[in-house]
């Protein structure tokens, strides 16, 4: 998977958003069109999305040193239609926006589908997937880097639990915890690693935010852990930036996922593991039972 925003839109993309100077998404992504012939519908789509990404990673990137309270994080709740816990894949990525038809799985749906398909954009994890590659991480962590945030498709709430469940059976056992404990871990600094508690959740929490008690025993817990440094890794190449001529794939991921990762030869969703539903949730979110 290759982001397929053309040269024209990636510089549009640029200074609208260094300028905050636009209307709406689609202004920037109709005027960009207008520049660059040849492009389709699937394209546009795409094109769309990763603007809105980008549009969020403006706002995961904000310097706003006025953090909220918890108090005026909850204020905050009735004013929205939906939950923050609900996954990317249930709610349109801008307030007052429509979701959009999600393209059909193969028969046979393999994690590289369901990146293209139904993950993407997945700038993040790609990204910090290939900043644990960069460093010379293990290849178990640079796929629990790839993997970490995915489950966020399906549902936000305790998002590194639900990763684990639905990769436990098909990754190393060291993979699968490093998945699940990075949630906890990102709630503690670690000076030694030069991990620090970042500035994004005092703006998502507020500033007063205390860890909730499943979160700070589970942090004891992994702290303490042979493989503590293998969740820790996973917080520390968590990268929110968006580096507009990174170019992201999950192509130098094969190898890893093809020693790593058991794709079930049915498919993921049909398998007969414990978990096979909840892939078939992220396969088809438009089934209403
Ligand atoms: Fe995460
Ligand atoms: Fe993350």
Redesign the pocket.
Known sequence: MTITLTPELTSLVEERLKTGNYPSAEAVIGEALAKSAGTDHEAKADAMEEFLSRELDQILLSKDPNYPKVADVEAKIEKRPFRMGVGNLFVAANTGRNVRKLPPMPEKPTLADFFRLRFGPAN??LQ?AALAMKKGLSEEIILACLL??TAQAVMKVDHGYWAAHMYEPYVPEKTAFAIRY?QALRFFPDKEYGYEYPDLYRRLFGEDYVPMPHVRNDYEMARNHKWYFEARM?TVN???SFDPKAEVSLEPFTDIIGRHFRQPKEGLGNDSSPIAHLWRTIAYPDNPL
Do not use: T
Request: a negative charge; hydrophobic letters at 30%; aromatic letters at 20%.
């Open positions: 993040h994890v910090s970490h945030d990075h996973v968590d990268f929110y």
